[in-house]
């Protein structure tokens, strides 16, 4: 409830005007890129994740610690890969050694917000972070590359992904910095494992963060054949269900649904409308791909519109919660430590005003929208020509989709409990 508590606040505005206004920007992108299509060339098909399932660009195998050998591996990324494990080892240490409470633990904040929330939001700022930061690809290094050539499902990062939605989400201990240390430790485990069985150019797109981070640094700037479509269509369906049932829980039909129950009967509840919202994604995206016939430009075009409005709700919490996080590093173990100088410093409430926070909430959701329609015109463009009436069609019905998607959001955003 923290982000909610933070002060997810509107603009001083009608909500319908604001869901309007930007319905309206994501229509107005739609019809300029209409018409860059109407008078541009035609471009190839060589850059869609469609034409090439699993294989990797040589840079990405360089990444992932692929074929080529550490000696490829830039300096920076070797850096990189220690500050990740480094950053890793030292929160597992926090939640199981350091304080019992969680708001006197470094893990719970640093885990389902730094993490949770920023992670996505330096993908989309800076590219592919988790290729030069995944602690898991680092430790992997450990293991005996795979041989077997067994191929990974397509499932596996949607499916890690739901699991860190509902530990985030819906069970009511996430928090609780023992708990949260053990679930690191067993998700490390199956991250390793898994580059164990399928090698690890898994965790680049069969690992939730890594396919996540893989995702939105191709919508950003496609280079290489970026991950499969069927990994990125589940991953995106989770993902978005996630946000969603994330909107609902700060609703009062969601007080009233489940204000009165705790534990595992309030996690059951989570958990069940958690699943719902996921499904209710998932026929979403596959319902918006079969109706303009590109799957690609769907898929990707809910992937950033998904961005957005995540970003855009995970914006209070990052700012309060955030501030937490970097007190607490100070101090990791509570042994009175004061590494960075900032054990004392407390919680400066100023950015979360509400009319700051409802501009960066609105510019989130509207930009968000409005990239998802720019994402699947440059998708329509490399999967076969952008002049043809289908490709326009396409088009069309993914703006609309999304501009109705980013009015929704904004809406939702406003019906927090205040």
């Not at 992108?29 to 090439?52: E, H, I, N, Q, S």
């Not at 719902?276 to 016939?293: E, M, P, Q, S």
């Not at 005003?353 to 990239?371: E, I």
């Amino acid at each position: 409830m923290l982000a909610h508590a933070g002060g997810a606040a509107t603009i001083d505005a009608p909500v319908w005007l604001l869901a309007y206004g930007a319905a309206a920007l994501v229509l107005l992108v739609t019809v300029t890129l209409r018409g860059r299509m109407l008078v541009g060339a035609g471009g190839g098909g060589a850059d869609g994740p469609d034409g090439a399932d699993r294989s990797r660009a040589d840079e990405q195998a360089d990444i992932a610690g692929g074929p080529a050998g550490p000696a490829d591996i830039a300096a920076g990324q070797i850096v990189g890969r220690i500050v990740g494990v480094w950053l890793l080892v030292v929160v597992v240490a926090a939640a199981l050694f350091g304080p019992a409470a969680s708001a006197a633990n470094l893990a719970p904040s640093a885990v389902e917000t730094v993490w949770w929330i920023g992670l996505p939001l330096a993908c989309i700022a800076l590219g592919d972070v988790m290729a030069w930061l995944d602690p898991f690809g680092t430790l992997a290094r450990s293991v005996e590359p795979n041989v077997s050539g067994r191929r990974a499902p397509s499932w596996t990062a949607a499916a890690l992904l739901a699991v860190w939605a509902w530990w985030v989400l819906a069970y009511h201990d996430g928090r609780t910095p023992r708990s949260l240390g053990w679930f690191l430790l067993t998700y490390t485990g199956v991250a390793v494992g898994g580059a164990a069985i399928w090698g690890r150019r898994w965790l680049r797109d069969g690992e939730a963060f890594g396919a996540l981070s893989s995702a939105l640094a191709w919508a950003r700037q496609p280079r290489g054949p970026g991950v499969a479509m069927a990994t990125v269509a589940a991953l995106v369906a989770v993902w978005l269900g996630a946000v969603v049932f994330d909107l609902f829980s700060g609703t009062r039909a969601w007080v009233e649904l489940a204000g009165g129950r705790s534990g595992w009967a309030r996690t059951g509840t989570a958990t069940a409308c958690l699943t719902a919202g996921i499904a209710l994604a998932g026929l979403a995206v596959a319902g918006t791909a079969r109706l303009t016939a590109a799957r690609e430009a769907a898929v990707y075009g809910w992937l950033a519109t998904t961005a957005g409005v995540f970003v855009g709700h995970g914006i209070p919490v990052l700012l309060l919660d955030g501030q937490f996080a970097l007190a607490l590093a100070s101090d990791p173990f509570g042994q009175g430590w004061d590494l960075f100088g900032t054990a004392t410093r407390t919680v400066d409430y100023s950015p979360l005003s509400p009319g700051f926070v409802g501009v960066l909430q609105l510019a989130a959701t509207a930009g968000g929208a409005a990239w998802g329609v720019t994402v699947a015109a440059r998708s329509l463009r490399s999967e076969g020509g952008d002049d043809g009436p289908t490709a326009l069609r396409a088009l069309w019905s993914v703006g609309v989709i999304l501009a109705v998607a980013a009015a929704a959001g904004i809406a939702a955003l406003a019906a927090d409990l205040e």
